[in-house]
């Protein structure tokens, strides 16, 4: 049972354009959402995070957005950068049992 | 505060061996995770602890796996008779009660050959 879903393994981006990635739910209790960084044999990054009572949240470059009617958000990155080709997790925090369930995750490629 | 450290960074075994791995928590973080990563997944709950209470433990835990967090400080998670499917990258994750954001470590790698 996936609770957190990520439906694109891959994705690329030319450098400077904006690189979206989608995470849908199923749990409408989930709590909080964030997202993780994770380069090759290095643990996971946060990188940003956002409260089920926000439908935005930004940090320079990276903005969330939460849908909660339909159970999805989303990662904006504007612009992006070759740096920021990594594997992108997003998880969500269940506040009954304080777990944090993770997505299976979608590689970013941005190409110079 | 040097983060979250996880020893061994790496570890081949032969199967049927027992491993144990340690993580170190940053400090002040009384919830402390472990997580486990295979190739093309996310990470995996295995369990959690706050402070020296194991409150939840995956059923992905077979009886072969077992942590202990005696002090509330550091955590092992020792792995007895490993078999080939337990290669994976096992992740250790802290933080504090209240607070949303988990920490990762940097992972130990196993191998089982």
């Known amino acids: 049972d996936q609770q957190v879903k990520q439906n694109s393994p891959s994705l690329s981006v030319q450098e400077g354009r904006i690189s979206i990635l989608n995470c849908d739910y199923t749990n409408s209790m989930f709590d909080y959402f964030l997202w993780y960084k994770k380069y090759p044999a290095e643990g996971p990054t946060f990188l940003i995070s956002?409260?089920?009572?926000?439908d935005k949240n930004e940090d320079g470059r990276f903005t969330v957005f939460l849908n909660k009617s339909a159970k999805h958000l989303s990662l904006h990155i504007v612009p992006s950068q070759p740096g920021d080709s990594a594997v992108y997790f997003c998880?969500?925090?269940?506040?009954?049992?304080?777990?944090?369930?993770f997505g299976t995750g979608t590689r970013l490629k941005v190409l110079a | 505060d040097t983060g979250v450290s996880q020893n061994p960074r790496h570890k081949i075994t032969k199967r049927g061996q027992n491993v144990t791995f340690r993580c170190d928590p940053i400090?002040?973080?009384?919830?402390l995770y472990w997580y486990r990563q295979t190739l093309g997944q996310g990470p995996e709950f295995l369990t959690y602890?706050?402070?020296?209470?194991?409150?939840?433990k995956s059923r992905l835990l077979s009886d072969r796996f077992s942590a202990e967090r005696p002090k509330g400080s550091f955590s092992t998670l020792e792995i007895q008779r490993t078999e080939q499917g337990d290669s994976a990258m096992y992740l250790c994750?802290?933080?504090?009660?209240?607070?949303?954001?988990?920490?990762f470590g940097a992972g130990s790698r196993l191998t089982v050959l």
């Open positions: 400090s002040e973080h009384n919830r």
């Open positions: 998880a969500a925090s269940d506040p009954g049992t304080y777990k944090y369930i």
């Open positions: 956002i409260s089920s009572i926000k």
């Open positions: 602890f706050q402070n020296e209470a194991q409150l939840e």
């Open positions: 994750a802290s933080t504090v009660a209240g607070a949303n954001v988990l920490t």
